[in-house]
């Protein structure tokens, strides 16, 4: 047991009005947790998927509709390829033919896709409406709906175009993951081992005590899983809102996945998987460059969560290339997060060519 | 003469990392104070449009390059169907296929459409880029350019899609607006009288006493009139970056003014003109709540400005109508900008139909 509280929101401290706090409770708690956050009853605009709005969308409406608000809701095409200038657009003409105002809250309920979509629209809409993050997916819940990164994609790149912008709520319900598809329950469990691995050496070894439950979705530990995972990133984006210094440590095994997505093509693996892959990678070099870094350990948890394997047609430089247009690069060096043990990493490029090959080749599993 | 000093920066002070300077000096000064801002050179991208390119890209280009920048320059239609989602995407196309980073600066070379436009394109590129303007019209000059206010136009309205995001620098060179058509000079004045009659009786009577020369773009008045204007819209938005409270009443005349252009077509009346009729129905206005206002002193100005005239065409309903789609709205009312005298105003939706009605008809000189 994490013997937490979760009763308590996590508060993100940030200058100026942009803080705000992560709730977690059910939806139905919704209405109250947005008048907490300021917001009055009128028009809101829901954007969710397709999927999502299966299970959850008549729900979401009833609660809102009793408290006295008027929801439209904007129900788009599951999957990454949302992440678009036509879906932007269409959000844009939805909200405008529906006459919006500058107080009008724009509801994300979905995934890191509507999460990014909807809080770069909401960012941009008017110069900038009230955002509420309510995310359904593992990954969203203790990763993307936390800290205020919105954007789409650009046929160049993944998030490309987009903005910093916070959400004045975050509500987290992690009984709605147990509608998750199994495959998207593993890939948000590489955010959290990745929360994990560079934050929190404790939470790392509760991590490998209840692998099995975890790995299985066990009732009994997903709301402590979330709530930790969810603590770890509101820490480390409160401390840098945009990413001048420690919140690039989020990106441990992104630098590797990333390129690992972009030469396999997208949807292959999911962002997970990738992920996953890439803290693998990530891990060998961290232990080349440290000595106090527990590979097995790392390699172990990783390994159990997912597994994938890459087609033989792609190659090491592939790889290798993808990553020279990732655009988490700040000039012409890409940047890499390593570990110097168990919940604590750092950023460097002090790596050679050879250092980033050999880390592709073992978690390629060709040595 | 104001007997200011023209070589002191204006400073705008604002939370976080986001203060900046105002510099009134010489383009030939610009990789200079792009240095004393904290920019580094390398890559940056110019934008600008072919009417400012035919008179200033090669000194531009010369500039930048002779301090080791290597500016890439993108030059768009001149007006205002500029500030589209297709000439955005332009600018995406551009900077993303050139490679940009994260540390690439945008700068904006040109009128109001240029830095709304590329101030947006800056804003959203991988979630934010340096961005400078160097404004070429007098509108830009003493208001476009300063305070971080940027977008593009939407079928439903102008500005609809934007953000908030301000420049690391706005470099002034007033010797750029001798070039600049009488139209647009005379336009850029309707904003200079604005900020003198929200703000600063002083600056007004200067104003009234300079009036001739001002008109006529004397190069003896150009300077002082531009640091003088620049100055008030600094103070204003230094005080209140989001437009929750000051800041509105910059909008003097604009909620007649934007309806007045609204219900002409946009491009029949410039921005200035629209704004100048605007402020003349606001005077009215003003006047008939409060009657400290001088209000023969105030219509004097703006008459000697402009006196563009409406088409018998458009009736007074067509104007108040468009106001109802107004995006300055921030519910259901449309907010008014009222002065309590010359140098001072005040925001308020206390207004009755006929009111506004009387208001228009005066501006449209119809008793």
Redesign the interface.
């Known amino acids: 047991m994490l013997l937490q509280n979760k009763e308590i929101p996590i508060h993100i401290d940030l ?2 009005d942009r803080g705000y706090d992560l709730v977690f409770s059910s939806i139905s708690a919704l209405p109250a947790k947005m008048r907490d956050a300021g917001l009055r009853p ?1 028009k809101c605009l829901v954007i969710t998927d397709t999927n999502v709005a299966a299970h959850y969308r008549n729900p979401l409406v009833s609660v809102l509709s009793s408290d006295g608000w008027d929801p439209f809701v904007l129900a788009l095409p599951a999957g990454e390829e949302t992440k678009s ?1 036509a879906h932007l ?1 269409a959000i ?1 003409n939805a909200a ?2 529906w ?1 919006i ?3 009008t809250p724009v509801l994300a309920l979905g995934g890191g896709v509507i999460g990014d979509l909807a809080g ?1 629209a909401a ?6 409406l009230p955002f509420v993050q309510i995310p359904t997916s593992l990954i969203a819940q203790v990763d993307s709906a936390i800290g205020g ?1 919105t ?1 789409i994609n ?1 046929p ?2 993944k ?6 912008y916070q959400p004045k709520l975050v509500l987290i319900d992690s009984k709605l993951l147990y509608t998750l598809p199994r495959r998207e329950w593993t890939s948000g469990l590489a955010e959290v081992v990745k929360h994990a691995l560079i934050d929190d050496e404790a939470f790392f070894a509760w991590i490998e005590a209840e692998i099995r439950q975890i790995v299985a979705r066990d009732p009994r530990i997903v709301s402590d899983l979330v709530y930790r995972a969810a603590g770890i990133k509101a820490k480390i984006v409160s401390e840098d809102e ?1 990413e001048h210094g420690k919140r690039a440590t989020l990106n441990f095994g992104h630098t590797f996945g990333h390129a690992i997505e972009k030469a396999l093509g997208y949807g292959v693996f999911t962002h997970g998987e990738a992920v996953n892959m890439g803290m693998k990678a990530a891990v060998f070099m961290s232990r080349r460059f440290n000595r106090k870094v527990e590979h097995e350990r790392a390699l172990s948890i990783l390994s159990l969560i997912s597994s994938p394997t890459i087609p033989s047609s792609i190659g090491i430089p592939d790889i290798r290339m993808a990553m020279s ?1 990732d ?1 988490k ?4 060096r890409n940047h890499f997060v390593l570990l110097r043990r168990i919940g604590e990493a750092y950023v460097t490029d002090d790596v050679t060519v050879s250092d980033i090959d050999a880390a592709i080749a073992f978690a390629l599993g060709r040595p």
Not at 123 to 128: A, E, I, N, Q, V
Request: charge should be positive.
């Open positions: 200058p100026g009128g200038t657009t844009y405008l033919a006459n105002d500058r107080k770069f960012s941009t809409l008017l110069r900038g990164k954007g650009h160049e790149g998030n490309l175009i987009g903005a910093f945009f247009t655009k690069k700040v000039s012409d």
